[in-house]
């Protein structure tokens, strides 16, 4: 069960609110009742319910109240040796249809099919069934597979959405909404950008095919268990955005999209004023979080994002932005080569400042890379990487010859080589200052890239390599246990990166005209010296991802790697970073934790820590995260 940080926590029903019994048609309630009314969702499944509400409405679940998309299915037939469900004339919105997965079929297409909470992959032909498969025959309203499902829960999705619409100031509380037909982009929270004012909190969203949350303006998602969603975790379009304190899990392994066009933990588009802080994006197929498209004045403050394949915190043709006091580890394990894969990537993208990050890129990928491709311009200017400005972070590379820091270009690289970029005050940790960890449009070492580059002049490097620590813990998803043993999503054999194309650009589209910038959150005059102190969420059991009902058929060794449509493309010969999944996290968190023992913090499940034992490990300058002392009693 998701903890009372992440996910559905205990609350007590209000006095005025409008109870809805499993069975009940919530929307003819909500037709019914005034706008602003509050509804009481019962406890139990509340199946293929969605709902639009009206403004100001308040949906609170008690404890154990579920909406379903799907349909739960007991009759079966035979058919040539396949089982059979009749009377699925459920056929979604099928968007980005073109985006697929090398191998992937019917990429796009919403439908989904469960056994025992495990999402089975779809074949486009009759003859491709085989065990963890289904064929969908729209013709004829079926549904063929091959596992037996006697003893078995069997579901298909159905409703496209949970909760939709134009409503203003919509709030959604303390549910879990699952197995959602939502299509690609869009959320079975939220629908896409026109949920403005929406407050999204203490809700466990699971296993939906698009999206499981998208939001537009003045909208926040917070203290969420997001996990195991098809394609995208959450998403938001639109200004005053606030994202805070969720779990982003497993998510982007069951669409068949391919994640470096969209998918993964987070991607947001067109947004003004966004604010990512104190979450924990980890083990997503894609980039844990995700800015794409004409945002500015984004702010990256106190998550952890570990483990995600194809990079840890993205910040793409955009603008101004602060990436500061994350902790990011183990990310980029799906890139291959070039700068791609990094723990912090900025790529055409310009005004942004990333200072007291601790990345750790032992084992995956690149560390904080900058990169510059031909990408036009947007609504506030070129896409150029230029302006930005890494200081205070505390990098670590514990694999030789593997992982690195610095700036590529494959357009105009004098204009990033000399478009006041800045790397300082960095404290590097690699095995040996003779290996290629830094970059200045090439791989180097580290006197040939400072000579080079005239960079992180006040900076330092070390060849000893920080002791790992653990990652906080997950919460631990309420889905069943199966008794049809899942099997790892199958990753591509990684091959040389493609010659540079000019990268497809997904939906929204971009503005027309050039502005002025908006004024940024804060001054320009850095903080380095005073950050802001985040505080780190508090984080539950281990969590267990949902993953596809095996397949009996070996996966194809010719389908290759994913390619870089959506969000990069590029080439760097005779250079790939190919890491192992093994984490090495946290050692900056040291101080901060020590602080906090010399105040007595504690509860009875995390008593205090010793403080003078934490001392003797010294101060790193990324601390700052409070919380999370208890993780290690």
């Known amino acids: 069960m998701a903890s009372s940080k992440f996910g559905i926590t205990t609350t007590v029903r209000p006095a005025d609110a409008i109870s809805v019994a499993p069975g009940d048609d919530l929307q003819a309630l909500v037709d019914s009742s005034p706008a602003g009314s509050t509804f009481w969702i019962e406890a139990g499944t509340h199946r293929m319910q969605s709902i639009i509400p009206k403004d100001g409405d308040h949906f609170i679940g008690e404890k154990g109240a579920v909406l379903s998309g799907a349909t739960q299915i007991t009759q079966f037939t035979r058919e040539g040796g396949h089982w059979v469900a009749s009377g699925q ?51 004829q309203d079926k549904i063929y597979f091959d596992n037996d499902p006697s003893g078995h829960k069997v579901e298909a999705g159905v409703s496209p959405f949970a909760f939709s619409g134009s409503a203003k100031n919509v709030t959604i509380e303390n549910l879990v909404v699952e197995k959602y037909n939502s299509p690609t982009q869009y959320g079975a929270i939220g629908g896409h950008s026109e949920a403005e004012g929406w407050t999204v909190q203490h809700n466990e969203v699971r296993l939906n095919y698009g999206a499981g949350v998208f939001v537009g303006d003045n909208s926040q998602i917070k203290n969420n268990y997001v996990h195991d969603n098809g394609e995208l975790g959450l998403g938001g379009s639109g200004d005053n955005i606030r994202v805070a304190d969720n779990e982003i899990a497993h998510n982007g392994y069951f669409s068949g999209i391919n994640p470096n066009w969209e998918g993964g933990g987070t991607k947001f588009s067109v947004t003004d004023n966004l604010v990512v802080e104190r979450n924990y994006s980890h083990d997503n197929k894609g980039y844990g979080l995700w800015t794409d498209i004409d945002n500015i004045n984004t702010v990256y403050d106190g998550n952890t994002v570990a483990n995600n394949s194809g990079g840890g915190i993205s910040h793409e043709i955009s603008y101004d932005a602060i990436i500061r006091n994350n902790l990011i580890t183990n990310n980029g394990n799906d890139s291959d080569g070039w700068l791609w894969g990094a723990g912090i990537q900025i790529q055409n993208s310009s005004g942004v400042k990333v200072y007291n990050n601790h990345v750790e890129s032992s084992n995956g990928g690149n560390a904080i ?243 003078a034992a934490l001392h003797d490990l010294g101060k790193v300058p990324c601390g700052h995260w409070a919380e999370m002392s208890g993780l290690l009693s």
């Not at 249809?97 to 025992?116: N, S, V």
């Not at 992959?121 to 069934?129: E, F, G, I, R, Y």
């Not at 590097?428 to 290996?435: E, G």
């Not at 070390?462 to 889905?479: Q, R």
């Open 89 to 139: 004339s459920q056929e979604g919105e099928r968007r980005a249809t073109d985006q697929g997965l090398p191998g992937a079929e019917r990429a796009g297409y919403p439908e989904t099919f469960f056994i025992d909470d495990k999402p089975l992959t779809p074949v486009d032909a009759l003859s491709k069934l085989a065990p963890g498969k289904f064929y969908f025959d729209y013709a």
């Open 369 to 611: 890379s900058l990169i510059q491709q031909d990408r036009g311009s947007g609504a506030y200017g070129e896409h150029s990487t230029t302006d930005n400005s890494v200081t205070d972070n505390v990098i670590v590379t514990g694999t030789p010859k593997e992982g690195a820091s610095g700036a590529v270009a494959d357009f105009n690289p004098s204009g990033l080589l000399n478009g006041n970029n800045t790397f300082d005050n960095n404290e590097y940790h690699v095995t040996n200052t003779s290996d290629a960890h830094w970059a200045w449009n090439n791989t180097l070492d580290w006197d040939a890239y400072r000579q080079a580059s005239g960079q992180d002049a006040h900076s330092t490097v070390s060849t000893t390599i920080p002791d790992s620590l653990a990652l906080p813990v997950g919460a631990a998803p309420v889905v069943p246990e199966s008794p049809v043993t899942p099997e790892s999503p199958v990753v591509p054999d990684p091959v040389s990166q493609p010659a540079p194309t000019e990268p497809a650009t997904p939906e929204p589209v971009v503005p027309g005209p050039v502005t002025a910038k908006p004024p940024a959150p804060e001054p320009s005059t850095p903080v380095v010296e005073t950050p802001i102190a985040p505080t780190a969420p508090v984080v539950p059991e281990t969590p267990t991802p949902v993953t596809p009902v095996p397949v009996a058929t070996a996966p194809d060794p010719s389908t290759g790697p994913d390619p870089m449509g959506g969000g990069h493309s590029g080439s760097w010969a005779g250079h790939h970073w190919n890491p192992d999944e093994v984490g090495h996290h946290l050692k900056n968190l040291f101080e901060s934790y020590a602080d906090l023992a010399d105040k007595g913090f504690g509860n009875e499940k995390h008593p205090t820590i010793d403080a």
